[in-house]
């Protein structure tokens, strides 16, 4: 499973040759559609539907996660106990991710940070 935080959506969703040969490469590999939690739609759009219209087109390729469980909920809590950083977000992302996923994001430190107390998580950076 492949979850994207929203540098990962940001930089996929550029439209460059290498988003574009990058999500080829996912998709053959098949770890595509990615997820992404609605949570991550706040970081990632403007509230703007011209400036937003690649991103927009993008989000039409994922998987939308619309909801986060209690226990959802209950372990990014523990997960950012643990790591001692990270967003709200980040946590969910990370909670979501396990078992054994992978979260592909522009800022490492704090999901690497995360997924070292997470059940098989890794992350890439993109």
């Given amino acids: 499973?492949?979850?994207?935080?929203?540098?990962?959506?940001?930089?996929?969703?550029?439209?460059?040759?290498?988003?574009?040969a990058l999500i080829r490469s996912l998709v053959?590999?098949?770890?595509?559609?990615?997820?992404?939690p609605t949570m991550v739609l706040v970081e990632s759009l403007r509230g703007d539907p011209a400036r937003d219209a690649n991103t927009n087109r993008f989000l039409k390729t994922c998987i939308i996660q619309p909801e986060v469980t209690p226990d959802m909920a209950r372990r990014a809590a523990e997960l950012r106990r643990r790591a001692r950083t990270g967003s709200a977000v980040d946590?969910?992302?990370?909670?979501?991710?396990?078992?054994?996923?992978?979260?592909?994001?522009?800022?490492?430190?704090?999901?690497?940070?995360?997924?070292a107390h997470a059940r098989g998580v890794s992350v890439e950076l993109i």
């Fill in 1 to 20: 499973m492949l979850i994207l935080d929203s540098g990962g959506v940001t930089r996929l969703s550029s439209r460059t040759k290498p988003a574009l």
């Fill in 28 to 36: 053959d590999e098949g770890l595509w559609p990615p997820i992404v």
């Fill in 91 to 115: 946590a969910l992302i990370v909670a979501l991710a396990e078992p054994d996923g992978t979260v592909l994001t522009g800022d490492k430190a704090d999901i690497e940070a995360l997924a």
